[in-house]
């Protein structure tokens, strides 16, 4: 039988007002509900200007609709680096397909780009697409693009993988990267990007979404470390970071457009799963069809339920 999913009710909260605020604005000769600002009385005082009781909000600018480059320019005000760049992942979760990492960077004093923010709240692709190509064409900036494959990724895990991904993308944008565009045609861990090649390691320091920085230093695990090299800038870890700053963001952005657009060819080649709706993520669609169509070479058999199901030589699930 396909396997079951899950469903989990959400919780649900009330919000109560305090009592003891109640019985302070029943001391104080103040009736809450009652209470009413008299612009009168607010006008004839001198410090004060009248009430504004004006519905209409303010107009704000653009660039606000972005996220603030705020650890970017503290560091920069701290005069230790001159590059800051931000590094993030896209597809960590899925049964199929690629884990994509991104790095980014920004000349210190161009403009903010309007709309840039975590990925994952940008729920219109086209907006995604449209944010991607100004990224991309932005005077001055350097990217980097790293594609880990699902066979990396069963071989050396999740984590690592996407954090190997993570010191490509970095190297890439700092000494240069290959200009082949990502394709699904491609397999294996490649990088591709836009960088002059010419920034100096000693000058970048890298902002990194999540709760580690991606160096493996004290891993002693071959599979990973071998003929592989450690993370080439020093550089901090945010939670949350794709949320919280700018370059970061853009890595985002540049991570999850570029992962979808893989996917959706994916599903040219395979179109009974579903690929171009759900991107690979384990929903009710997807692990039926694979439990009805098989398992591809794209789909990651470390990954539960596929781990747990018994695989004939082609693929099929023996059921």
């Not at 005069?79 to 210190?108: M, N, W």
């Not at 789909?299 to 339920?305: D, E, K």
Request: proline share 7%.
């Amino acid at each position: 039988m396909p396997p079951k999913t899950k469903q989990t009710k959400s919780a649900q909260t009330k919000c109560k007002t305090s009592p003891g605020t109640r019985r302070s604005s029943r001391l104080s000769g103040v009736d809450p509900i009652s209470y009413k600002e008299d612009s009168a009385s607010v006008d004839k005082c001198p410090n004060l200007g009248p009430s504004n009781t004006s519905n209409k909000k303010s107009k704000k600018n653009p660039e606000e609709t972005s996220l603030p480059r705020a650890r970017e320019t503290s560091l920069l005000k701290a005069q230790k680096h001159s590059h800051i760049l931000g590094i993030d992942e896209a597809g960590r979760g899925p049964l199929a397909g690629p884990v994509v990492t991104a790095a980014c960077y920004f000349p210190p004093s161009s403009p903010l780009i309007p709309g840039i923010g975590d990925s994952k709240t940008i729920t219109d692709e086209s907006e995604r697409e449209r944010l991607y190509e100004q990224i991309v064409s932005f005077p001055g900036v350097h990217y980097c693009v790293t594609i880990i494959d699902s066979h990396r990724i069963d071989e050396i895990n999740i984590l690592q993988a996407t954090c190997e991904g993570m010191r490509s993308s970095a190297r890439g944008l700092i000494q240069g990267s290959s200009s082949v565009p990502p394709s699904s045609d491609r397999v294996g861990c490649y990088s591709s990007g836009q960088t002059s090649g010419k920034l100096k390691a000693e000058e970048c320091y890298a902002l990194v979404d999540g709760n580690r920085y991606p160096s493996y230093r004290g891993n002693e695990d071959k599979k990973v470390t071998k003929g592989k090299q450690d993370m080439i800038c020093s550089g901090e870890a945010m939670i949350k970071g794709d949320g919280r700053e700018y370059v970061i963001a853009a890595a985002s952005i540049l991570a999850k457009v570029t992962r979808d657009r893989i996917m959706r060819e994916y599903d040219e080649k395979w179109p009974e799963y579903g690929l171009g709706k759900h991107k690979g993520y384990p929903t009710k669609m997807h692990q039926e069809a694979i439990y009805e169509y098989g398992v591809k070479g794209i789909h990651r058999r470390t990954f539960a339920p596929i781990k747990n199901w018994k695989i004939n030589k082609d693929g099929s699930i023996k059921k």
